[in-house]
């Protein structure tokens, strides 16, 4: 079963969405297999975004997702990095149509207040910077066979 992480970003907790988020990828019918409320550091940031280093909005990008609480998740289900990301919409909140997290709750590209991993090799990496083995919980949700045949 594939994994991705989900993370609220500061402005996205600041706000008050976490519950909102969590609603739409519970009503989907995706797990959640594992979950933590952390301030995360600048150098923990700059990891998670290396693939960003070279672009002018790394530095700032990297101090915003530190300056306050975020709400990191992995959550599980059959094709969730792909659905997971059409849920969030484009990076731009511009582009992103009604509907999505992105396009329902935010304006600009530096305050988009969400994370999701963009491919499975990368959810896998993040997961894996994000949390050790024995934060997840294993666990059958009571709707398992109501939501997959
Ligand atoms: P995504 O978060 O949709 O995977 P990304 O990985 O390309 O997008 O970029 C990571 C974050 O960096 C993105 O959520 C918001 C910020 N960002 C991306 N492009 C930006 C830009 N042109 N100006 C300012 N911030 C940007
Ligand atoms: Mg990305």
Known sequence: MERTFVALKPDGVQRGLCGEVMKRFEQKGFRLVAAKFLQP???????????????????????????????????????????????????????????????DFCINIGRNIIHGSDTVENAKTEIGLWFKAEEFVSYTPCAQTWVYE
């Open 41 to 103: 550091s600048e150098d923990h940031m700059k990891q998670h975004y290396l693939d960003l280093k070279d672009m002018p909005f790394y530095a700032g990008l990297c101090k915003y997702m530190s300056s306050g609480p975020v709400f990191a998740m992995v959550w599980e289900g059959q094709g969730i990095v792909k659905m997971g990301r059409m849920m969030l919409g484009e990076t731009n909140p511009a582009d992103s149509k009604p509907g999505s997290i992105r396009g």
